[in-house]
Nanobody
Framework: QVQLVESGGGLVQAGGSLRLSCAAS??????MGWYRQAPGKQRDMVAS???????NYEDSVKGRFTISRDNAKNMVYLQMNRVEPEDTAVYFC?????????WGQGTQVTVSS
């Protein structure tokens, strides 16, 4: 079993920055990522990163968000810059380990215009 705990969400003005963190309870050998879910919408991938540092981003966040990972600390981060009201959502940390999919409890990000 893997527990994922997110932190760093909150209220931020449009154009501002926020950094999300996710702590895993043990080493993750697979992909880690961030997803988000706005009210009434499905949960979508925002960014992902392999254990060797290869990244993938959803088109609307490219150039604004950066995902990073510290394997020694079992951490994954999402640096969110130039945030927009459309980024408002609950952000979930995700990890794939030994063919199983794990989720954090989510952290709310609200961007005011």
């Amino acid at each position: 079993q893997v527990q994922l705990v997110e932190s760093g969400g909150g209220l931020v003005q449009a154009g501002g920055s926020l950094r999300l963190s996710c702590a895993a309870s043990r080493t993750i050998s697979g992909i880690m990522g961030w997803y988000r879910q706005a009210p009434g919408k499905q949960r979508d991938m925002v960014a992902s990163i392999t254990n060797t540092g290869s990244t993938n981003y959803e088109d609307s966040v490219k150039g604004r968000f950066t995902i990073s990972r510290d394997n020694a600390k079992n951490m994954v981060y999402l640096q969110m810059n130039r945030v927009e009201p459309e980024d408002t959502a609950v952000y979930f940390c995700n990890a794939v380990s030994r063919a199983r999919n794990y989720w954090g409890q989510g952290t709310q990000v609200t961007v005011s215009s």
